[in-house]
T-cell receptor
Framework: KAGVTQTPRYLIKTRGQQVTLSCSPISGHRSVSWYQQTPGQGLQFLFEYFSETQRNKGNFPGRFSGRQFSNSRSEMNVSTLELGDSALYLC?????????????????FGNGTRLTVT | GDSVTQMEGPVTLSEEAFLTINCTYTATGYPSLFWYVQYPGEGLQLLLKATKADDKGSNKGFEATYRKETTSFHLEKGSVQVSDSAVYFCALSPNRDDKIIFGKGTRLHILP
């Protein structure tokens, strides 16, 4: 079974631009979560989607948004980029069957997209 | 709110040494507890988990016991290898449909 695939692996953008990151979950997984990883803050939860609906949201500004498609693939978008948005963005999927997403089913992570904002 | 606190790194040990990485948590109710590991250039992967008090999770020689009385889930390994060098994350899931909350991670270096 193919793992979680994130594209692109690396991105360099300029302040003020916007960016879209893509995540393809493991086949059959319906839940996709996004995390921001930085050396100072560790892993911070952005949002989770299940069956095209946002189920949970972290404490990030509205510049961070996401969506999930009917095939469970997900995208996240960051508008008006700031220097502080430089980070590794990780996507994780889980089966999410019957509402017991993270409790009994581990998250399967992709290798991340490294975003650098200059 | 719910949170996870783990020891600051980096932790540097010699091969075959005993490893402990401390993790304590704050949560209402009865969360599930996890350890994830991130090898260089990769995403996180589940190392072990425990879903109720006194449960012991184990995998690849690593162990952690869910201690409700001390709200702890310390990671241990009796004899580390160079290949164990990675970042280790303690995490909790507060209840069935809630997000997983991660600690800040502990970087482990094992010297040959």
């Amino acid at each position: 079974k193919a793992g979680v695939t994130q594209t692109p692996r690396y991105l360099i953008k300029t302040r003020g631009q916007q960016v879209t990151l893509s995540c393809s979950p493991i086949s059959g997984h319906r839940s996709v979560s996004w995390y921001q990883q930085t050396p100072g803050q560790g892993l911070q939860f952005l949002f989770e989607y299940f069956s095209e609906t946002q189920r949970n949201k972290g404490n990030f500004p509205g510049r961070f948004s996401g969506r999930q498609f009917s095939n469970s693939r997900s995208e996240m978008n960051v508008s008006t980029l700031e220097l502080g948005d430089s980070a590794l963005y990780l996507c994780a999927s889980s089966p999410g069957v019957g509402g017991t997403s993270s409790y009994n089913s581990p998250l399967h992570f992709g290798n991340g997209t490294r975003l650098t904002v200059t | 709110g719910d949170s996870v606190t783990q020891m600051e790194g980096p932790v540097t040990l010699s091969e075959e040494a005993f490893l402990t990485i401390n993790c304590t948590y704050t949560a209402t109710g009865y969360p599930s507890l996890f350890w994830y590991v991130q090898y260089p250039g990769e995403g996180l992967q589940l190392l072990l988990k425990a879903t109720k008090a006194d449960d012991k999770g184990s995998n690849k020689g690593f162990e952690a016991t869910y201690r409700k009385e001390t709200t702890s889930f310390h990671l241990e390994k009796g004899s580390v290898q160079v290949s164990d060098s990675a970042v280790y994350f303690c995490a909790l899931s507060p209840n069935r449909d809630d997000k997983i909350i991660f600690g800040k991670g502990t970087r482990l270096h094992i010297l040959p």
